[in-house]
Protein backbone atom coordinates (compact mmCIF):
# COMPACT_ATOMS: atom_id res chain seq x y z
CA UNK A 1 0.00 0.00 0.00
CA UNK A 2 1.33 3.48 -1.51
CA UNK A 3 1.36 5.99 1.99
CA UNK A 4 2.43 8.74 0.26
CA UNK A 5 5.79 10.14 -1.76
CA UNK A 6 8.01 13.23 -2.85
CA UNK A 7 9.81 14.77 -5.14
CA UNK A 8 11.88 17.74 -5.69
CA UNK A 9 13.47 18.99 -9.01
CA UNK A 10 12.17 16.07 -11.34
CA UNK A 11 11.09 16.77 -14.05
CA UNK A 12 8.49 20.02 -14.15
CA UNK A 13 8.26 20.22 -10.47
CA UNK A 14 11.13 22.26 -9.20
CA UNK A 15 9.87 22.36 -5.38
CA UNK A 16 9.22 19.53 -3.56
CA UNK A 17 5.94 18.02 -4.11
CA UNK A 18 4.07 15.42 -1.55
CA UNK A 19 1.35 13.48 -3.28
CA UNK A 20 -0.66 12.28 0.47
CA UNK A 21 -2.83 8.65 0.18
CA UNK A 22 -3.18 8.88 3.95
CA UNK A 23 -6.59 10.59 5.70
CA UNK A 24 -7.12 11.64 9.26
CA UNK A 25 -9.97 10.96 11.31
CA UNK A 26 -12.36 14.04 9.45
CA UNK A 27 -13.09 12.00 6.62
CA UNK A 28 -15.94 10.18 6.25
CA UNK A 29 -17.07 7.19 6.72
CA UNK A 30 -17.00 5.63 2.95
CA UNK A 31 -15.74 2.43 0.79
CA UNK A 32 -13.39 4.93 -0.81
CA UNK A 33 -10.83 4.52 2.20
CA UNK A 34 -9.86 1.61 4.39
CA UNK A 35 -7.35 0.70 6.95
CA UNK A 36 -4.12 -0.84 6.70
CA UNK A 37 -2.83 -3.65 9.04
CA UNK A 38 -0.63 -0.68 10.59
CA UNK A 39 -3.59 1.15 11.70
CA UNK A 40 -2.98 4.01 8.97
CA UNK A 41 -5.92 5.08 6.77
CA UNK A 42 -5.61 5.27 3.23
CA UNK A 43 -7.61 6.86 0.33
CA UNK A 44 -8.32 3.95 -2.64
CA UNK A 45 -8.11 6.63 -5.43
CA UNK A 46 -6.11 9.82 -5.70
CA UNK A 47 -7.58 11.64 -9.38
CA UNK A 48 -4.59 14.23 -10.78
CA UNK A 49 -6.62 17.26 -12.44
CA UNK A 50 -5.69 20.37 -14.43
CA UNK A 51 -4.75 22.07 -17.87
CA UNK A 52 -3.00 20.21 -20.54
CA UNK A 53 0.94 20.79 -19.88
CA UNK A 54 0.55 21.78 -15.94
CA UNK A 55 2.46 18.64 -15.35
CA UNK A 56 -0.40 15.48 -14.69
CA UNK A 57 1.99 13.31 -16.09
CA UNK A 58 4.91 14.13 -14.77
CA UNK A 59 3.52 13.46 -10.99
CA UNK A 60 2.47 10.14 -12.10
CA UNK A 61 5.74 9.50 -13.64
CA UNK A 62 7.45 9.46 -9.90
CA UNK A 63 5.98 5.97 -8.71
CA UNK A 64 6.94 4.38 -12.54
CA UNK A 65 10.10 5.64 -12.16
CA UNK A 66 10.69 4.68 -8.54
CA UNK A 67 9.69 1.18 -9.62
CA UNK A 68 12.22 0.81 -12.51
CA UNK A 69 14.64 2.36 -10.22
CA UNK A 70 14.19 0.21 -6.72
CA UNK A 71 13.94 -3.32 -8.96
CA UNK A 72 14.84 -2.94 -12.80
CA UNK A 73 17.90 -0.47 -12.43
CA UNK A 74 20.23 -3.79 -11.81
CA UNK A 75 19.85 -4.69 -15.49
CA UNK A 76 21.28 -1.63 -16.93
CA UNK A 77 24.70 -1.72 -18.28
CA UNK A 78 27.35 -0.40 -15.33
CA UNK A 79 27.91 2.46 -17.76
CA UNK A 80 24.27 3.67 -18.94
CA UNK A 81 22.83 6.98 -17.16
CA UNK A 82 20.39 6.66 -14.95
CA UNK A 83 17.18 7.84 -17.14
CA UNK A 84 15.93 10.82 -15.48
CA UNK A 85 15.67 14.52 -15.84
CA UNK A 86 15.65 16.95 -13.33
CA UNK A 87 14.01 21.12 -13.91
CA UNK A 88 15.10 22.22 -17.21
CA UNK A 89 15.84 25.82 -16.61
CA UNK A 90 17.67 28.00 -14.27
CA UNK A 91 20.54 26.60 -11.87
CA UNK A 92 18.04 23.66 -11.02
CA UNK A 93 18.87 21.45 -14.13
CA UNK A 94 22.39 21.01 -12.95
CA UNK A 95 21.17 19.87 -9.63
CA UNK A 96 20.12 16.30 -8.44
CA UNK A 97 16.83 15.09 -7.86
CA UNK A 98 15.15 14.04 -4.61
CA UNK A 99 12.74 11.21 -4.36
CA UNK A 100 11.01 9.87 -1.39
CA UNK A 101 8.29 6.84 -1.23
CA UNK A 102 6.19 6.09 2.06
CA UNK A 103 5.03 2.42 1.66
CA UNK A 104 3.04 -0.80 3.92
CA UNK A 105 4.11 -4.46 3.22
CA UNK A 106 2.44 -7.03 6.14
CA UNK A 107 2.07 -4.23 8.79
CA UNK A 108 5.92 -2.60 7.61
CA UNK A 109 5.68 1.02 6.84
CA UNK A 110 8.49 1.69 5.10
CA UNK A 111 10.55 4.74 3.58
CA UNK A 112 12.69 4.70 0.82
CA UNK A 113 14.46 8.04 -0.07
CA UNK A 114 16.90 8.58 -2.77
CA UNK A 115 19.54 11.59 -4.35
CA UNK A 116 20.35 10.87 -7.72
CA UNK A 117 21.80 12.63 -11.01
CA UNK A 118 21.84 11.12 -14.31
CA UNK A 119 25.57 9.87 -13.71
CA UNK A 120 25.00 8.35 -10.30
CA UNK A 121 22.63 7.69 -6.82
CA UNK A 122 24.48 10.09 -4.45
CA UNK A 123 21.88 9.39 -1.16
CA UNK A 124 20.10 6.11 -0.71
CA UNK A 125 18.45 5.18 2.50
CA UNK A 126 15.76 2.85 3.89
CA UNK A 127 13.96 3.13 6.95
CA UNK A 128 11.68 1.38 8.80
CA UNK A 129 8.52 2.48 10.92
CA UNK A 130 7.13 -0.05 13.69
CA UNK A 131 3.64 0.14 15.55
CA UNK A 132 3.34 -0.64 18.84
CA UNK A 133 0.58 -0.05 21.31
CA UNK A 134 -0.11 3.04 19.76
CA UNK A 135 4.05 3.88 19.96
CA UNK A 136 5.68 4.92 16.85
CA UNK A 137 9.28 4.30 16.45
CA UNK A 138 11.45 4.01 13.16
CA UNK A 139 14.81 2.63 12.70
CA UNK A 140 17.27 3.19 9.76
CA UNK A 141 17.91 -0.55 7.90
CA UNK A 142 20.61 0.84 5.68
CA UNK A 143 22.12 3.73 3.59
CA UNK A 144 24.72 4.99 1.30
CA UNK A 145 26.30 7.75 0.33
CA UNK A 146 28.51 9.01 -2.26
CA UNK A 147 31.66 10.06 -0.96
CA UNK A 148 33.33 12.18 -3.32
CA UNK A 149 36.94 12.85 -1.60
CA UNK A 150 37.74 8.78 -1.60
CA UNK A 151 35.43 8.09 -4.45
CA UNK A 152 33.37 5.53 -3.17
CA UNK A 153 30.32 4.79 -0.91
CA UNK A 154 30.33 5.03 2.70
CA UNK A 155 27.58 2.43 3.15
CA UNK A 156 25.70 1.28 6.53
CA UNK A 157 24.04 -1.71 6.50
CA UNK A 158 24.15 -3.38 9.54
CA UNK A 159 20.34 -3.59 10.24
CA UNK A 160 19.84 -5.30 6.89
CA UNK A 161 22.19 -8.42 6.81
CA UNK A 162 23.04 -8.27 3.61
CA UNK A 163 24.85 -11.19 1.60
CA UNK A 164 28.51 -12.19 1.13
CA UNK A 165 29.73 -10.47 -2.33
CA UNK A 166 27.18 -7.69 -2.15
CA UNK A 167 29.54 -4.96 -2.19
CA UNK A 168 31.79 -6.57 -5.19
CA UNK A 169 28.16 -6.22 -7.64
CA UNK A 170 26.85 -2.73 -6.32
CA UNK A 171 27.26 -0.20 -8.74
CA UNK A 172 26.55 3.75 -8.93
CA UNK A 173 23.20 3.23 -11.14
CA UNK A 174 21.91 0.75 -9.37
CA UNK A 175 19.46 0.25 -6.22
CA UNK A 176 20.61 -1.43 -2.83
CA UNK A 177 17.22 -3.46 -2.93
CA UNK A 178 17.84 -4.63 -7.09
CA UNK A 179 21.00 -5.82 -6.43
CA UNK A 180 20.50 -7.04 -2.72
CA UNK A 181 17.24 -9.08 -4.66
CA UNK A 182 20.09 -10.97 -7.12
CA UNK A 183 21.29 -12.62 -4.00
CA UNK A 184 17.80 -13.89 -2.81
CA UNK A 185 18.31 -11.62 0.04
CA UNK A 186 15.11 -12.18 1.55
CA UNK A 187 13.62 -8.63 2.87
CA UNK A 188 15.07 -7.24 -0.46
CA UNK A 189 12.54 -10.00 -2.39
CA UNK A 190 9.84 -9.12 -0.54
CA UNK A 191 10.58 -5.12 -0.99
CA UNK A 192 11.28 -5.70 -4.88
CA UNK A 193 8.41 -8.34 -5.87
CA UNK A 194 6.17 -5.38 -3.96
CA UNK A 195 7.34 -2.78 -6.17
CA UNK A 196 6.76 -5.38 -9.64
CA UNK A 197 3.73 -5.83 -9.29
CA UNK A 198 3.03 -2.00 -9.83
CA UNK A 199 0.91 -1.54 -12.99
CA UNK A 200 1.19 1.37 -15.14
CA UNK A 201 0.93 2.61 -18.57
CA UNK A 202 3.46 5.38 -18.01
CA UNK A 203 6.84 5.33 -19.72
CA UNK A 204 9.43 8.01 -19.80
CA UNK A 205 8.44 10.11 -22.83
CA UNK A 206 4.91 10.02 -21.13
CA UNK A 207 1.56 8.33 -21.79
CA UNK A 208 2.13 4.83 -23.77
CA UNK A 209 -1.11 4.92 -25.28
CA UNK A 210 -0.43 8.50 -26.99
CA UNK A 211 -1.33 7.91 -30.38
CA UNK A 212 2.19 10.17 -31.43
CA UNK A 213 4.04 7.12 -30.19
CA UNK A 214 4.48 4.12 -31.55
CA UNK A 215 4.02 2.27 -28.32
CA UNK A 216 -0.04 2.36 -28.70
CA UNK A 217 -0.16 -0.78 -30.71
CA UNK A 218 2.51 -2.64 -28.67
CA UNK A 219 0.46 -2.18 -25.66
CA UNK A 220 -2.59 -3.63 -27.55
CA UNK A 221 -0.70 -6.31 -28.00
CA UNK A 222 1.10 -6.89 -25.10
CA UNK A 223 -2.74 -6.70 -23.37
CA UNK A 224 -3.79 -9.34 -25.87
CA UNK A 225 -0.46 -11.52 -25.67
CA UNK A 226 -1.55 -11.21 -21.35
CA UNK A 227 -5.60 -12.16 -22.02
CA UNK A 228 -4.44 -15.10 -24.01
CA UNK A 229 -2.30 -16.72 -20.83
CA UNK A 230 -4.71 -15.38 -17.77
CA UNK A 231 -7.85 -17.08 -18.78
CA UNK A 232 -9.41 -16.11 -15.50
CA UNK A 233 -8.50 -12.25 -15.84
CA UNK A 234 -9.76 -12.94 -19.62
CA UNK A 235 -13.30 -13.92 -18.52
CA UNK A 236 -13.35 -10.98 -16.21
CA UNK A 237 -12.66 -8.25 -18.83
CA UNK A 238 -15.51 -9.71 -21.21
CA UNK A 239 -17.86 -9.41 -18.28
CA UNK A 240 -17.28 -5.82 -18.00
CA UNK A 241 -16.90 -5.26 -22.15
CA UNK A 242 -19.93 -6.80 -22.62
CA UNK A 243 -21.37 -4.47 -20.23
CA UNK A 244 -19.83 -1.44 -21.66
CA UNK A 245 -20.48 -2.37 -25.48
CA UNK A 246 -23.67 -3.87 -26.47
CA UNK A 247 -23.12 -5.56 -29.47
CA UNK A 248 -20.14 -7.13 -27.63
CA UNK A 249 -20.03 -10.67 -26.50
CA UNK A 250 -16.84 -11.54 -25.72
CA UNK A 251 -13.19 -12.09 -27.86
CA UNK A 252 -11.48 -15.01 -29.17
CA UNK A 253 -7.56 -14.83 -29.09
CA UNK A 254 -5.60 -17.53 -30.69
CA UNK A 255 -2.09 -18.11 -30.83
CA UNK A 256 -0.80 -18.93 -34.34
CA UNK A 257 2.63 -20.35 -34.91
CA UNK A 258 4.93 -18.72 -37.57
CA UNK A 259 8.78 -19.57 -38.04
CA UNK A 260 10.28 -16.89 -36.48
CA UNK A 261 7.90 -17.57 -33.00
CA UNK A 262 3.81 -16.74 -32.60
CA UNK A 263 1.47 -14.51 -33.91
CA UNK A 264 -1.61 -13.49 -32.06
CA UNK A 265 -5.12 -13.47 -34.16
CA UNK A 266 -7.29 -11.73 -32.43
CA UNK A 267 -11.90 -11.87 -33.13
CA UNK A 268 -14.27 -9.87 -31.16
CA UNK A 269 -17.44 -11.39 -30.82
CA UNK A 270 -20.46 -10.28 -31.61
CA UNK A 271 -24.08 -11.77 -31.19
CA UNK A 272 -26.32 -11.28 -34.50
CA UNK A 273 -29.80 -12.91 -34.81
CA UNK A 274 -29.06 -14.78 -31.81
CA UNK A 275 -25.88 -15.81 -33.34
CA UNK A 276 -21.94 -15.99 -33.31
CA UNK A 277 -20.08 -13.40 -35.62
CA UNK A 278 -16.65 -12.86 -35.57
CA UNK A 279 -15.01 -9.50 -36.27
CA UNK A 280 -10.97 -8.53 -36.75
CA UNK A 281 -10.59 -6.78 -33.60
CA UNK A 282 -8.45 -3.65 -35.82
CA UNK A 283 -12.41 -2.99 -36.67
CA UNK A 284 -13.40 -2.25 -32.91
CA UNK A 285 -13.70 1.13 -31.76
CA UNK A 286 -11.01 2.98 -30.15
CA UNK A 287 -13.08 3.02 -26.95
CA UNK A 288 -13.28 -1.01 -27.25
CA UNK A 289 -9.53 -0.91 -28.11
CA UNK A 290 -8.75 1.33 -24.91
CA UNK A 291 -10.74 -0.73 -23.08
CA UNK A 292 -8.51 -4.13 -23.86
CA UNK A 293 -5.47 -2.32 -22.30
CA UNK A 294 -6.82 -0.49 -19.32
CA UNK A 295 -8.23 -3.35 -18.50
CA UNK A 296 -5.36 -5.86 -17.91
CA UNK A 297 -3.45 -3.19 -15.75
CA UNK A 298 -7.03 -2.56 -13.65
CA UNK A 299 -8.07 -6.35 -13.38
CA UNK A 300 -4.38 -7.20 -12.11
CA UNK A 301 -4.15 -4.63 -9.93
CA UNK A 302 -7.31 -5.66 -7.98
CA UNK A 303 -6.47 -9.50 -8.30
CA UNK A 304 -3.14 -8.66 -6.70
CA UNK A 305 -4.33 -5.65 -4.33
CA UNK A 306 -1.10 -3.62 -5.86
CA UNK A 307 -1.49 0.26 -7.18
CA UNK A 308 -2.51 1.13 -10.82
CA UNK A 309 -0.89 4.09 -11.75
CA UNK A 310 -2.94 5.05 -15.27
CA UNK A 311 -2.59 8.63 -17.28
CA UNK A 312 -5.76 9.75 -19.97
CA UNK A 313 -7.19 7.04 -17.64
CA UNK A 314 -11.07 8.50 -19.70
CA UNK A 315 -9.22 8.67 -23.39
CA UNK A 316 -12.10 7.58 -25.83
CA UNK A 317 -14.36 6.38 -23.01
CA UNK A 318 -17.76 7.84 -21.90
CA UNK A 319 -18.02 10.01 -18.89
CA UNK A 320 -20.09 7.05 -17.59
CA UNK A 321 -17.73 4.13 -18.31
CA UNK A 322 -14.80 5.91 -16.35
CA UNK A 323 -17.32 6.45 -13.33
CA UNK A 324 -17.90 2.36 -13.63
CA UNK A 325 -14.20 1.68 -13.82
CA UNK A 326 -13.65 3.98 -10.95
CA UNK A 327 -16.26 2.10 -8.67
CA UNK A 328 -13.90 -1.43 -9.53
CA UNK A 329 -11.96 0.31 -6.83
CA UNK A 330 -14.06 1.80 -4.38
CA UNK A 331 -16.43 -0.84 -4.04
CA UNK A 332 -15.22 -3.97 -1.44
CA UNK A 333 -17.13 -6.61 -4.09
CA UNK A 334 -14.44 -6.28 -6.76
CA UNK A 335 -11.83 -4.75 -4.74
CA UNK A 336 -11.58 -6.91 -1.21
CA UNK A 337 -7.65 -6.33 -1.12
CA UNK A 338 -7.83 -2.58 -1.36
CA UNK A 339 -5.93 -2.21 -4.42
CA UNK A 340 -5.25 1.30 -5.24
CA UNK A 341 -5.61 3.33 -7.99
CA UNK A 342 -3.47 6.53 -9.39
CA UNK A 343 -4.96 8.58 -12.25
CA UNK A 344 -5.37 11.89 -14.13
CA UNK A 345 -7.94 12.58 -15.82
CA UNK A 346 -10.23 14.65 -18.41
CA UNK A 347 -13.39 13.33 -17.03
CA UNK A 348 -14.72 16.05 -14.84
CA UNK A 349 -17.73 15.13 -13.92
CA UNK A 350 -15.70 12.15 -12.09
CA UNK A 351 -15.26 15.30 -9.22
CA UNK A 352 -18.68 14.50 -8.30
CA UNK A 353 -18.20 11.25 -6.95
CA UNK A 354 -14.71 12.29 -4.75
CA UNK A 355 -13.83 13.20 -1.58
CA UNK A 356 -11.77 16.89 -1.75
CA UNK A 357 -9.32 14.15 -0.05
CA UNK A 358 -8.91 12.10 -3.42
CA UNK A 359 -8.53 15.24 -5.48
CA UNK A 360 -4.82 16.51 -6.63
CA UNK A 361 -5.03 20.13 -8.40
CA UNK A 362 -2.10 20.52 -10.80
CA UNK A 363 -1.28 23.85 -12.63
CA UNK A 364 2.12 25.32 -13.32
CA UNK A 365 3.04 29.18 -12.22
CA UNK A 366 4.66 31.70 -14.13
CA UNK A 367 7.80 30.12 -13.99
CA UNK A 368 6.76 26.74 -15.51
CA UNK A 369 7.08 25.21 -12.44
CA UNK A 370 4.26 22.39 -11.50
CA UNK A 371 2.96 22.54 -8.74
CA UNK A 372 0.25 20.37 -6.80
CA UNK A 373 -2.12 20.09 -4.16
CA UNK A 374 -4.85 18.00 -2.55
CA UNK A 375 -8.04 19.61 -2.40
CA UNK A 376 -8.34 19.55 1.25
CA UNK A 377 -5.33 21.74 1.73
CA UNK A 378 -7.29 24.47 0.06
CA UNK A 379 -9.20 26.44 3.04
CA UNK A 380 -12.60 27.07 3.62
CA UNK A 381 -13.44 23.88 1.22
CA UNK A 382 -16.34 22.03 2.61
CA UNK A 383 -16.83 18.69 2.67
CA UNK A 384 -20.55 19.16 1.37
CA UNK A 385 -19.64 21.51 -1.67
CA UNK A 386 -19.87 20.48 -5.34
CA UNK A 387 -16.61 20.30 -6.25
CA UNK A 388 -17.51 19.57 -9.94
CA UNK A 389 -19.56 22.90 -10.76
CA UNK A 390 -16.58 24.90 -8.38
CA UNK A 391 -13.98 23.56 -10.38
CA UNK A 392 -15.46 24.43 -13.71
CA UNK A 393 -15.92 27.85 -12.05
CA UNK A 394 -11.58 28.34 -11.93
CA UNK A 395 -12.50 28.47 -7.44
CA UNK A 396 -9.62 26.36 -6.90
CA UNK A 397 -7.56 27.00 -9.60
CA UNK A 398 -5.73 24.28 -12.15
CA UNK A 399 -8.03 25.26 -15.07
CA UNK A 400 -6.68 26.64 -18.06
CA UNK A 401 -6.64 30.21 -18.51
CA UNK A 402 -7.79 31.07 -22.75
Not at 213 to 236: H, M
Request: proline letters at 3%; charged letters at 25%.
Amino acid sequence: MIHSFSCKNFYSFGEETTLNFVVNNNVPENNGYFMTPSGIRLSKVETVIGPNASGKTNLLKILPFLKWLIIDSFNAKPEDPIVVKSFAFGEAKNEPTYLSVVFEIDEKVYTYEFVITKEKILNEELKLTSFVKEKKSTKKIFSRNWNEKENRYDFDGENFELPKGFENLLRTNASVIGTAARLNHAESKVIAKYWGQIETNVVEAGWIGDHLLPNSIVQLGEAFNFFSENSVLKTEAEKLLCRFDLGLSGFEIKKEKKENGFSLNVQATHLFNGQKQYLPVQYESSGTKQLFVLLKSILVALEKGSIAVIDEFDVNLHPEMVIALYDLFVQPETNPKNAQLFMSTHSHILLSKLDKYQIILVEKNENGISEAWRLDEVSDVRSDENYYSKYLAGTYGAVPKI
